[in-house]
């Protein structure tokens, strides 16, 4: 087989689910997984500190989800390599859906119990590992069992999961005061749709093949790495993926933003954190489950995600400068497009670039780590750039970053042009025998 004829080998996939089953699962394990992490994240973990650290809060915050963010990066792609060679009769990825969900509902409850900063940032720790090997063997599956002609439409559905969980957490936790009643609201719900996610999908068990090497030290450490100079498109799609979310993650400072710019009290602060999550969720649903089915048919991704990040930095620049709260709405209804633009095509896009189909689970989760990073780099840099120049810098800095990652994608082939030798070459592994039974 020659390079370019590895370059545009689809990986080979072994549907066990059949495609609604597969969507409905791979669903329901998402937004169970996201209620949990990102529902902490746009609301109750800003409420526990601000509970706990007082006007320290927003440094409490940053340091919090900074550490859980390096716990995430860790977790996810040790949890796809983990799953890949996972043999039992449950399911290789069913196993994992099952532990992360079940263990990190218990752990995210407990954080009601806190009474000190240092027991919020250990506990969401464990909770931020444990969701990540949820999602990790979930999103394994676009992989595993996707058609390569219908992956932009299920693309379109994880996209959508990622904005339905925050929204159905905070509004099942905005109207309620008592923080026991909301941290264990969402757990139970994370819990009850990950155990539905995992008797929906079909996963048989898998056989490694005979000559696949047992997990060591070694085998788990290149599961945070591959080479971007030997896996040029695979290293240019992470980039992408990094930077269009970092410009998406400004969506964790709007309960601060809130307070801080228009002096919305805590209190109040979770009703108009819903309403934002509403607009953004209802424009998100809409570019993200027609866009992906667009993207199949027209055989385009590229210009889904420039059109992306256009919107994205665009409204971060008019949020920026917001006179009104009516036009911090506006805002992030664009952003809510373009975030829903985004999401519906970069799984699919991504899982072209994969070098490995029996490795799918640890290289799609090195992809992922393309989520969890900005996750403790926005924090990061936020203090900072709140100190320059307070929110108007953070959201300009943002966008900027925004626009290079839609720059970017152009570094990559489109579809049906894959080997190409004026866009990034995708390197393929020749497929082994392994089989599942």
Excluded at 108 to 113: L, R
Excluded at 211 to 230: C, M, T, V
Excluded at 377 to 399: D, E, K, R, S
């Amino acid at each position: 087989m020659t390079r370019s004829d590895i370059a545009v080998d689809e990986l080979v996939v072994r549907p066990a689910t059949p495609l609604p089953r597969l969507i409905a699962a791979m669903f329901s394990s998402n937004v169970g997984a996201l209620i949990a992490l990102l529902t902490p994240l746009q609301l109750l973990l800003t409420l526990q500190t601000t509970r706990i650290a007082g006007t320290d809060a927003a440094a409490a915050f940053g340091l919090i989800t900074g550490v859980g963010a390096l716990f995430a990066l860790v977790a996810n792609p040790l949890a796809g390599r983990i799953s890949d060679r996972t043999a039992a009769r449950f399911g290789r990825r069913r196993t994992w859906i099952l532990t992360g969900a079940t263990g990190g509902s218990l752990a995210v409850f407990a954080i009601a119990f806190t009474t000190e900063i240092w027991q919020v940032a250990v506990i969401w720790c464990l909770t931020q590992s444990l969701f990540n090997f949820q999602q990790a063997a979930t999103n394994a599956l676009l992989a595993d069992q996707v058609p390569s002609d219908r992956r932009g439409t299920v693309s379109g559905f994880i996209g959508l999961a990622g904005a339905v969980g925050p929204l159905v957490g905070i509004a099942a936790v905005s109207a309620l005061t008592d923080p026991f009643l909301q941290w264990g609201i969402i757990a139970t719900v994370s819990l009850v749709l990950g155990i539905v996610a995992v008797f929906v999908l079909r996963d048989p068990q898998h056989v490694p093949a005979a000559d696949q090497a047992g997990l060591n030290l070694k085998q788990l450490l290149l599961s945070f790495w591959l080479n971007p100079r030997k896996h040029p498109a695979f290293g240019w799609a992470w980039l992408v993926r990094f930077l269009l979310t970092c410009a998406y993650a400004s969506g964790t400072y709007n309960a601060f933003f809130l307070m801080d710019r228009f002096g919305v009290a805590p209190e109040d602060v979770g009703g108009s954190v819903l309403l934002l999550s509403l607009i953004s969720v209802g424009l998100l649903a809409v570019t993200s489950v027609i866009a992906g089915p667009i993207s199949d048919r027209v055989r385009r991704q590229k210009p889904f995600v420039i059109a992306a990040g256009v919107l994205a930095a665009a409204a971060l620049t008019l949020q920026a400068f917001a006179p009104t709260i009516e036009v911090v709405y506006l805002a992030v209804g664009i952003l809510g497009l373009g975030t829903g633009l985004f999401f519906s095509i970069d799984s699919a896009m991504c899982v072209r670039m994969l070098p490995s189909a029996e490795n799918a689970g640890k290289d799609f989760a090195i992809i992922n780590m393309a989520n969890t990073l900005p996750q403790s780099f926005v924090p990061f840099i936020a203090p900072l750039l709140l100190g320059i120049g307070g929110f108007t810098a953070l959201y300009v800095t943002l966008a900027v970053i925004g626009i290079i990652g839609a720059l970017f994608v152009l570094r990559l082939p489109e579809l049906g042009r894959e080997g190409d030798p004026r866009w990034a070459l995708i390197t393929r592994e020749p497929t082994t025998t392994a089989t599942s039974v």
